[in-house]
């Protein structure tokens, strides 16, 4: 009912910047949170950054100051600009969203993420 599709991934020195997009789609009603987590080879998942509806932010320790989330609730997508890049950055990086949609009459909340977008930081 509801897709998430990062992009914006890429090969970048550091001290380089990217930005991130998620492009949500599907009987989407509304979108509450959503946010970043990033996946580096052998290591868990991590929370990156998160952003409420009305656009409150809060951030990792390790990208404070680095890292920005913003949204375009118009076009239902999830933005992280990605400042000062360092290798220890380098990871999968995806987002994730609670979101109320409409299927069969009613409406429904679920937790959505998107498959990953590669960024890989060079020293």
């Known amino acids: 009912q509801v897709q998430l599709v990062e992009s914006g991934g890429d090969l970048v020195q550091a001290g380089g910047s990217l930005r991130l997009s998620c492009a949500a789609s599907?009987?989407?009603?509304?979108?509450?949170?959503m946010g970043w987590y990033r996946q580096a080879p052998g290591k868990e998942r991590e929370w990156v950054a998160a952003i409420t509806s009305g656009g409150s932010t809060n951030y990792a320790d390790f990208v404070k100051g680095r890292f920005t989330a913003s949204r375009d609730n118009a076009k239902n997508t999830l933005y992280l600009q990605m400042n000062s890049l360092k290798p220890e950055d380098t990871a999968l990086y995806y987002c994730?969203?609670?979101?109320?949609?409409?299927?069969?009459?009613?409406?429904?909340?679920?937790?959505?993420w998107g498959q990953g977008t590669q960024v890989t930081v060079s020293s």
């Open positions: 599907g009987s989407i009603f509304s979108i509450n949170a």
């Open positions: 994730n969203a609670a979101v109320t949609y409409y299927k069969g009459g009613g409406y429904f909340t679920g937790n959505y």
